[in-house]
């Protein structure tokens, strides 16, 4: 569940601004133009954009590894500038890099110690975070001969082995074949149950729109759509009703006799009709050309 209304946000962005400088006369390069946003603690939070958008820019200064030309960021009130922002920070990058000669339970280990855990509590967090990303019949294996999905699973369980409150998805099923696709998305449900905040940018569309709460559309580095899915994909003058065992000859009348002479039907949805994510996206960003 979420905190308390009274918890600072999980992560503030304010007015970020982030311009690279480019060498041999060339013009500086603007990847993020004037980008608020706030993810609030317990919630599954979407940025998603073409490429070059300023997603990954933006990610990294919210964690700190990019200062910003102007603005601010903060994790859990802290500023990202701050290294004890990230303590409560678990991050997989779209990448992650192991050491391949290490098992999946030697990695966790590795990882473990990094983040100042040791002895019984770091092998048995080890061994609890190898079972809920459903890889402790392959902890003993080398991390060589894991499969992408694999790899990305250790990833989660690797950022999730100091307990964070927030994670930091970037692209976590880029590459990885559906049934680990399904395995990741079903993963970050079950963090919004222990009410881990999580940050995630996707490509797949489709993906985001089953796991999140909120959605930011960014393109050419500013934000163009942003609020809760259910009402970014809503069709505002478009009203859908869904019945259940209807008869032919209410569906004739159902227009104007529905309220006074709905029989047996059950009205089982209605409400705005839905777009897709992916019209939305294709519709937000066409708009900034």
Do not use: W
């Amino acid at each position: 569940m979420p905190e308390p209304a009274t918890s600072p946000p999980a992560v503030t962005v304010e007015n970020l601004t982030k311009v690279f400088k480019s060498g041999l006369g060339k013009p500086a390069f603007v990847a993020v133009r004037d980008l608020s946003l706030t993810v609030l603690p317990g919630e599954v939070y979407g940025l998603i954009g073409p490429n070059g958008s300023g997603k990954s820019t933006t990610m990294k200064a919210i964690l700190g590894l990019l200062s910003p030309t102007q603005g601010r960021t903060s994790i859990f009130g802290k500023s990202s500038t701050e290294v004890a922002s990230r303590t409560d920070v678990g991050f997989l990058p779209e990448n992650p890099y192991f050491y391949k000669h290490l098992s999946g339970m030697e990695t966790l280990l590795f990882y473990g110690r990094l983040c100042s855990m040791g002895g019984r509590d770091l092998k048995d967090k080890a061994r609890e975070m190898l079972a809920l990303t459903g890889l402790e019949d392959a902890a003993d294996r080398r991390v060589s001969g894991y499969s992408k999905g694999m790899l990305q699973r250790l990833g989660l369980a690797q950022a999730l082995l100091h307990q964070p409150r927030l994670i930091v998805l970037d692209e976590p099923t880029a590459g990885v074949d559906p049934a680990g696709s399904r395995k990741i998305r079903d993963l970050i449900m079950g963090f919004k149950a222990r009410g881990i905040t999580v940050l995630v940018t996707s490509h797949l569309l489709e993906q985001i729109q089953e796991v999140c709460d909120r959605v930011g559309i960014m393109a050419h580095g500013r934000m163009v759509r942003e609020g809760r899915l259910d009402d970014l994909i809503a069709v505002e003058n478009e009203t859908e009703l869904v019945l259940a065992d209807a008869s032919p000859e209410l569906l004739a009348e159902i227009r104007t006799l529905i309220e006074t002479k709905g029989g047996g039907a059950k009205i089982v949805r209605s409400g705005h009709s839905r777009t897709t994510l992916e019209r939305l996206f294709l519709d937000a960003t066409e708009e900034t050309k």
